[in-house]
């Protein structure tokens, strides 16, 4: 049964960098059919999907265009974890921030994390 | 807005048969399969059906889902308190190149 966790601080001021990390068990992140993707939600954008990074003989780490000059999703293999980067955040990025593994399916998905955007 | 378009509110009493919706085109529901999720407050949305109409093992066979065109429902039979939650449908973007949510339905059973 695969499970994710998730970790990282549910502070983060304007202008700095939003990173969060998110644990694999029951799964490999170098998996050559799975894909880990990062999803946030909040009250007034509902869900986003943030983007995502899969193996297939070599790395591949796909984002979503709003977010594409911002973001860096990485895989950290010794850990079987990967990760999130969000830069130059805006009180617009507070949300709860998940991840979820993939392709076919978004399933299943970490507990959450609020983050909030402020000073 | 999301991409998908869920009405934001649905309600029924126990026992009663509910249908959600789920409207996209052909860049999203129209050429890719939907699957739907069940959020209750607090946590994380939970897989409720997948590839259209089917059911991950533990999910009641009162939820069943089925996908026509650019639209998707979920059907809920037999209503119960506990089924008061969130429901979202989900589909891959082949021109966003990712995927795309409705903005959800409240269920209420009254």
């Known amino acids: 049964q695969v499970q994710l966790q998730q970790s990282g601080p549910g502070l983060v001021k304007p202008s700095q960098t939003l990173s969060l990390t998110c644990a694999i068990s029951g799964d490999s992140v170098s998996s050559n059919s799975a894909a880990w993707n990062w999803i946030r939600q909040s009250p007034s954008r509902g869900l986003e999907w943030l983007g995502r990074?899969?193996?297939?003989?070599?790395?591949?780490?796909v984002y979503a265009a709003f977010v594409k000059s911002r973001i860096i999703i990485n895989p950290d293999t010794s850990k079987n974890q990967f990760s999130l980067q969000l830069k130059s955040v805006t009180p617009e990025d507070t949300a709860v921030y998940y991840c979820a593994r993939g392709p076919a399916v978004l399933d299943p998905w970490g507990q959450g994390i609020l983050v909030t955007v402020s000073s | 807005q999301s991409v998908l378009t869920q009405p934001p509110s649905a309600s029924g009493t126990p026992g009663q048969r509910v249908t959600l919706s789920c409207s996209g085109s052909?860049?999203?529901?129209?050429?890719?399969?939907v699957n739907w999720y069940q959020q209750l407050p607090g946590t994380a949305p939970k897989l409720l059906i997948y590839?259209?109409?089917q059911r991950p093992s533990g999910v009641p066979d009162r939820f069943s889902g089925s996908k026509s065109g650019t639209s998707a429902s979920l059907a809920i039979s037999g209503l119960q308190s506990e089924d008061e939650a969130d429901y979202y449908c989900a589909a891959w973007d082949g021109t966003l190149n990712g995927w795309v949510f409705g903005g959800g339905t409240k269920l209420t059973v009254l």
């Open positions: 052909s860049s999203n529901i129209g050429r890719d399969n």
């Open positions: 990074t899969y193996y297939r003989s070599k790395w591949y780490s």
């Open positions: 590839t259209n109409n």
